[in-house]
Every structure is written in C-alpha cells, then in structure tokens.
C-alpha cells in the first residue's frame, strides 16, 4: 500500500529538517524530498517527526512492581518480591501482562523492545505442552499492540555458579544448553518479530554454556545480549571462582562480537571497556532501573573515551518514558566530565534510534531516510514545556508527554493526544493486582 505524508519538522541523518514530504511502499520509505510543498493526498504531521526509538532491555512482567515501594535495601531484597510475581504468570495472564505494558510503552515513544525473556517453563520448571507457550505470549501480545519485538530468549541454568537453581528460578531454566538452543529453533522470525539470544549472567551460565548459546547467535545471525557486571557481589564472586572479571569469562567463550549488547554493564575495568571495544559490541544502559535498584554509576566518560556504541532500555520498567532514558544518560556524561556538552542533541537520537534499532536485529529502522522502515515519533511542539526551544534542542527537552502520534510499519498505532489512556491505566491497575495476588 502507497501512503504520503508531510511532515513539518523530520530529525533526519543531518539533524532537523523542515517540510518533508515522505512516500511508503508497504512498511518502507520509498521516497523523501526536503522543502517540499504538500499534496492533496499527503497526511500532514505537525509538530516534529523523529526515527522510532528502541527499548533495548525490557523484563515487561516487572511492570508489575512498579510503585510498589521499597521492598529490601538491595537488589538481592528486590529480587525475591520479583521471584513471587514471576511464579503468577501464566501464558494467558502473561500475554494480557505484556499486551497492556507494550501498549504502555509505545505511548512513550519506543517502537521497538527487546524483551529479555527467560520465564520459559511452569513454575515447577517442566514445560508446557508447548514448550515456548510463555514466549509466544509476549510475541502475540507484541504483535497486537503494534510494536516491533525481539524476542531474546534467554539461557539461564544455575542459581550461582554451578549451584542448582532455587525454587523461584526453576521455570527459568532449561535442561542443557542444548536443549535451550534446540527449543528456540522452534521459534521463527516475522516481519514484526525477530528471535535473538540472551545468556542471563555469568551466575547463571557457565563458560561451556555460553559457548552453546554464542555458537546459535552467530550461526543465526541473532542478536546475543547479556547481563554484565549489574552487581559487586558479581563481579567478586566471578573473580573468586574463575579469577577473571565477568567481562573477560564471557571473552573465552566468544561472546564479544558486534551481535553483542552488554546490560548495565555497571562495575566495568578499563581492560573490559576495552575488549567491548575492540570487538564492537555495544552497551545498554537502563538509567531508570539502574538508579531504582541502586545498582551504582556506570563508567560512562570510558565508553565514550574508547567509542563503544551506547543504547538505552527500560529493564524494570519503572519508567516508560524512551526520552527520558537517554536524557539521564546524557546528564549522566555531564555531570561525570563536568563538561556541558554530554552526548549532543544529536547523539541522543542516534543511540535512542539507530544504535538501539541494530542492537535488536532492526539495522534497517533507526533513521528517517529512504529504504529504512516507517516507524515514527511524532513530538508536539506547542507545549509551555518546548516553548522556545530550537528544533535541535527537541531531544533534551521533550518528555514523553510531548509525544502525539506513534507510528510503526506506516500504521499509526498510538495517539496519546486523542486516546488520554484512561482505559489502560485502569487495566494496569487490575493486572498488576492481579499478578501481585492483591484484590482489584
């Protein structure tokens, strides 16, 4: 199907442009000219039309712990509650679950997400009778909402280095490597969904299973993410057993390479920047989560410094707000070079578009330019909040507030500015009750 548009404002490779006429084939730009005049048949956008922001890490069920208060002075505290509301879900719950956070979602300007999924069996640990029944929820409830998904199904065998798992990670954990790996073949990539790959942590994967997992994303093709140095306790108790850092482990068995994106990647050596470096993997910071949990400040002047490529996701969940992910980041530089001019308006982009977008196995979205897929953030520009900012200032000061239209595969598929979410809000409320086991 043929559409076109006019934008008034597009944030292009070069930056902001003004009176930009668009032309789609299908999900694709097919043609683009810069100070162009509008036809009868165009759908005219006002405001500022941006690439479609990427969500690189997202564990969509801890939505349901969102506002929930404090629940133990440490990650380790918060990790038991999660366990609970883990064990809750079912295929059909988790599909309603995820349905209504990647609705959520999408309001906040993410057109894609990456979700870390690793609560693959029943609770008990043994499978479905489909044993990717909890998988093909999300990628059903992905595909309702309207948002561009990769699946990163995760490997997750152990509770900490060769310990057995404990009773609230038995349905994580499948029975070998390859049995994970023969499980997820089983899976198949759409035109809205990617599959990919995850090693939950080094606590969870060993060394020879990592090379398993490695060995599937490079003969696929496949995004490979993983969970990086969130944790101190990490990081010494993988020096404690293998006498290296969780960065150079996972480097023997290969795991570095540019289908790879670090987590948090939180308590990193100049040594393992350099090695993410040298092997063109990137970095997912979830600043949100990262600052919930108090997991500590990441080493963010380094990555810049050695040119490791840096994308953002929501992780938790506490927020659903792309724009302000990657401006917390950005303030985040600030604050650690004392220099004022942090990532760049238009780095906030490339590493919330692009960067984000080839992360998740989505190389040809990221961009408003010819070829690459039609998937739009349309920010409004007559809020007291943007009043007199330039159009290349948009990225550090809009929020997700200022977010008008959503738009993925040429289809609109949110309106936060005629649908004000009073709908969703209520089922969130009755869905995180729910799974929290609390009366509605």
């Known amino acids: 199907m043929t559409m076109s548009y006019w934008l ?18 299908g999900e694709r730009i097919s043609s683009l000219s810069v100070g162009a005049q509008p036809q009868a048949a165009d759908k005219v956008i006002r405001g500022l ?5 990427a969500n690189t890490h997202s564990h969509i ?33 988790y599909y309603e679950f995820a349905l209504a956070g990647y609705q959520e ?44 998904l990769t699946l990163l199904d995760t490997a997750y065998f152990s509770s900490g280095f060769g310990a057995p798992p404990i009773s609230g990670q038995r349905r994580f954990c499948d029975s070998s490597a390859q049995g994970w790996a023969e499980r997820v073949s089983l899976l198949t990539d759409t035109s809205m969904m990617r599959v990919g790959s995850a090693i939950h942590s080094v606590r969870a994967v060993s060394p020879e299973q990592a090379e398993i997992v490695t060995s599937w ?69 979830c600043p949100s989560t990262e600052a919930d949990l108090a997991d500590g400040l990441p080493p963010l002047r380094s ?86 900012c330039a159009l290349s200032e948009i990225p550090r000061a809009a929020t997700a507030a200022d977010i008008v239209e959503v738009i993925v595969a040429a289809r609109t598929v949110a309106r936060p500015d005629t649908d004000s979410g009073r709908e969703l809000a209520v089922r969130l409320c009755q869905l995180c009750s729910k799974v929290r086991a609390e009366k509605p």
Not at 228 to 256: F, H, Y
């Open 303 to 388: 990555f810049v410094r050695a040119g490791v490529p840096l994308a953002v996701g929501s992780d938790q969940n506490v927020s659903s707000d792309a724009l302000g992910e990657i401006q917390a980041v950005d303030a985040l530089v600030r604050l650690l070079s004392q220099r004022r001019e942090g990532l760049g308006a238009a780095g906030l982009i490339s590493d919330l578009s692009q960067v984000g977008q080839e992360s998740l196995g989505w190389p040809d979205a990221g961009q408003i330019a010819v070829g690459r897929l039609a998937d739009w953030v349309v920010i409004a520009l007559d809020s007291p909040r943007l009043a007199g």
């Open 8 to 25: 008034e404002n597009a944030w292009l490779s070069s930056g902001p442009a003004s009176r930009v006429r668009v032309v789609t084939e």
């Open 105 to 148: 979602m999408l309001r906040g300007g993410y057109t894609s997400v990456g979700e870390f999924h690793y609560l693959h069996h029943q609770p008990d640990g043994s499978p479905y009778a489909d044993p990717n029944a909890m998988g093909k929820a999300v990628v059903a409830a992905a595909e309702a909402a309207g948002i561009r």
């Open 217 to 285: 994303a490079v003969e696929n093709r496949a995004p490979l993410h993983v969970h990086l140095s969130e944790q101190v306790a990490e990081n010494e108790k993988c020096a404690d057993v293998w006498g290296v850092t969780p960065t150079q482990l996972l480097a023997r068995s290969g795991v570095w390479s540019p289908l790879s994106t670090a987590v948090h990647a939180t308590h990193l050596t100049e040594s393992d920047i350099a090695i993410l470096a040298e092997a063109g993997a990137r970095v997912a910071l």
């Open 49 to 53: 039309v941006m690439p479609g922001f």
């Open 61 to 93: 069920f801890h939505r349901a712990l969102r506002g929930v208060g404090g629940t133990g002075s440490s990650f380790w505290a918060w990790r038991e509650m999660m366990y609970r509301v883990a064990n809750r879900l079912t295929p059909e719950l």
